[in-house]
């Protein structure tokens, strides 16, 4: 049975990358009025001149008129490089940038290139590395296996999740099934077909269920939906016209996926405590895994929300000190904002997600640990989760769209 679970996993990473194939390509969906836009890699060999000011507290502002060599083709172009506050990259000879390239093939038009931004590509890659070799040596194996399972979902949120909702596939169904899928290749690549991966799999398929009403419940309730998010005006205006993207459910796919590290965080916490509870006692009732497990997941609450909280204030902190330096009737430009209403949606939704997972992880934990008859169930939920995956994969790729 193993053997066989682990061929279907295998098919359902197979056919995510059929789908990207067939799904992937934006290109029909982009419009940009007929212009042609790419961004190449290219070197500065010569700042010809530049009018430069620099404000208080600003970067420099003004032009530079520079030269740089296409590294792919090793054409020499004149780029106009503006700085402007938002948007400032001064730049100096030997300087590696990207160059955004565009042209109208429909009336002829010159290719024109501007300044997009530094090249960061090599010390991004660089970091990537060297933090993945900083987890292998201070986690060891788990801590390779816990790379692998993020790259893993990595792969299925952008081929499977982005590629069908961009697509007009029903967000909610899809971002679910992305959820499940991220959650059983996390659990089975950690800890293998376990008791904990079933308690796992089970408790977050379990919790975002109600996940999925409650984000409704709070989209209706603060009136806002994915039209509300940051960025999608540029979506709208980026994205073409023959397009089918269910922008109002976008809201649902971002809290959801946002909130799945937290949730399979507390459930693997609860599940494996009460799984060395289980193994030191072997009489324990399951009553008394139960209490264990919401004891120990009150303790997690307190801190989790805190975590979830502080992550919000920080990555909203600039946004929080624009609407504070408005100064009149700040509380109410505040808590009426879309980005406020966005936001607190998301760290609320976080912090249910948090406390909805501390009895479900608790029940289905102190039924599995304190029953024998659940020790083969792992393979088979894994197989039925496999199937039915590998079920719907097909019908998309047959082109036959399953909304609910």
């Known amino acids: 049975m193993k053997k066989i679970c682990n061929i279907f996993l295998g098919l359902i990473l197979v056919a995510v990358f059929v789908i990207n194939l067939k799904w992937g390509n934006s290109d029909h969906l982009v419009s940009y009025d007929g212009i042609e836009l790419d961004y190449v890699k290219a070197i500065v060999v010569d700042v010809v001149d530049e009018t430069l000011d620099y404000p208080y ?96 979902s990595i792969y299925i949120i952008l081929f499977f999740d982005i590629s069908l909702i961009m697509n007009g596939f029903n967000n909610v169904l899809i971002t679910i099934i992305t959820i499940i899928l991220c959650t059983i290749f996390s659990t089975l690549i950690l800890y293998g077909y376990s008791k904990m991966s079933l308690i796992n799999m089970i408790s977050v398929s379990v919790s975002f269920i109600f996940v999925s009403i409650l984000v409704k419940l709070m ?72 209490k264990s497990g919401m004891s120990i997941g009150k303790d997690i609450i307190g801190t989790m929300v805190n975590t979830l909280v502080f992550a919000f204030i920080g990555s909203s902190l600039v946004s929080i000190m624009i609407f504070i330096l408005h100064g009149t009737n700040t509380f109410n430009r505040v808590v009426s904002s879309d980005f406020f209403a966005v936001e607190i949606t998301k760290a609320l939704i976080g912090i249910s997600v948090v406390i909805i997972m501390v009895p479900v992880t608790s029940f289905f934990a102190s039924k599995i640990y304190s029953k024998n008859i659940f020790n083969e169930h792992i393979k088979w939920y894994a197989f039925f989760n496999a199937f039915l995956t590998n079920f719907y994969i097909l019908l998309t790729l047959k082109n036959i769209n399953l909304i609910f």
């Not at 160059?99 to 300044?115: D, G, I, Q, V």
């Not at 806002?224 to 998010?229: K, Q, R, T, W």
């Open 57 to 152: 507290n600003s970067k420099p502002v003004g032009i530079q008129n520079i030269k740089a060599k296409i590294r792919r083709t090793g054409e020499i172009v004149d780029v106009e490089n503006k700085l402007e506050a938002s948007h400032s990259v001064l730049v100096k000879k030997n300087d590696k940038v990207i160059l955004a390239k565009s042209r109208n093939p429909h009336h002829n038009s010159e290719t024109f290139y501007r300044m997009y931004n530094y090249d960061r590509s090599f010390g991004t890659i660089f970091w990537i590395v060297l933090f993945l070799v900083f987890i292998a040596i201070v986690a060891g194996v788990r801590g390779i296996k816990s790379t692998i399972a993020l790259v893993i």
């Open 219 to 290: 989209s209706i309730g603060l009136n806002i939906s994915g039209y509300n998010l940051e960025n999608v005006g540029e979506l709208i205006l980026v994205i073409g016209k023959e397009w089918k993207l269910n922008i109002e459910n976008l809201l649902f796919s971002t809290v959801a996926i946002s909130a799945l590290g937290a949730s399979m965080d507390v459930s693997v916490s609860i599940a494996s405590a009460l799984r060395e509870i289980q193994s030191l006692n072997k009489d324990v009732s399951s009553k008394n895994l139960f």
